[in-house]
């Protein structure tokens, strides 16, 4: 079965800065989706950014980006300029290529955006 | 908004209760999963259906069940509730089988007293 660890519970960035939140997978399959959700305390899961296991490029969304290192099992998320209303929970999750579609989801980090 | 509805945002209930969720797919999606939010478990796969068919399942207890009508709108049932069924649940819905993206519904809070 696959796993996804979010190794940092929490963390803070002053606004117009840049934060990284981290997340590492584990999977024998190659193909493969992963994705980013932001919770905010609406408790609504918002989709962030998505990358497909099968391209290389990073993909970005805006001032969101990921650094998908696929022979490390590693996709962190990168926000910049980070704006008041980035504080959320931010789940990063895996969806397998084939067969089982649910999402498998870590644990999240809470980010804090200080003013 | 993503397009997802859910119904009720919030319940309140008994231990040994039942309730039921609801849930609208995006108008048009033939995919619709369930997944609980929890404090001990995190986010957890629930179950999956498409079409009215149930394709998948997670880690769901035997009290509970679900359906998928023909109109593509599902329920959630709960039965005998305890109290650490207390969580937040969400649907999501996606056009088809394979697609990647799941739309998440706003979630039923639900608090078993």
């Known amino acids: 079965a696959q796993t996804v660890t979010q190794s940092q519970p929490e963390m803070s960035v002053q606004e117009a800065e840049t934060v990284t939140l981290s997340c590492t997978y584990d999977?024998?399959?190659?193909?493969?989706?992963l994705f980013w959700y932001k919770q905010p305390p609406s408790r609504q899961m918002i989709l962030v950014i998505r990358?497909?296991?099968?391209?290389?490029q990073n993909a970005t969304e805006n001032r969101f980006s990921v650094n998908f290192q696929k022979a490390a099992k590693s996709f962190s998320l990168k926000i910049s300029d980070s704006q008041l209303g980035d504080t959320a929970m931010y789940f990063c999750?895996?969806?397998?290529?084939?067969?089982?579609?649910?999402?498998?989801f870590g644990k999240g980090t809470k980010l804090s955006v200080i003013p | 908004d993503s397009g997802v509805t859910q119904t009720p945002k919030h319940l309140i209930t008994a231990t040994g209760q039942r309730v039921t969720l609801r849930c609208s797919p995006r108008?048009?999606?033939?995919?619709v999963y369930w997944y609980q939010q929890s404090l001990d478990q995190g986010l957890q796969f629930l179950i999956q259906y498409y079409n009215g068919e149930e394709r998948a399942k997670g880690n769901i207890l035997e009290r509970f069940s679900a359906q998928q009508f023909p109109d593509l709108h599902s329920e959630l049932n709960l039965s005998s509730l305890e109290l650490g069924d207390s969580a937040l649940y969400f649907c999501?819905?996606?056009?088809?089988?394979?697609?990647?993206?799941?739309?998440f519904g706003p979630g039923t809070r639900l608090l078993v007293l």
């Open positions: 999977t024998s399959e190659n193909n493969y989706y």
């Open positions: 999750a895996f969806r397998s290529g084939a067969g089982s579609y649910q999402l498998t």
């Open positions: 108008s048009g999606d033939l995919s």
């Open positions: 999501a819905s996606t056009l088809g089988l394979a697609e990647e993206t799941q739309y």
């Open positions: 990358q497909e296991a099968y391209k290389q």
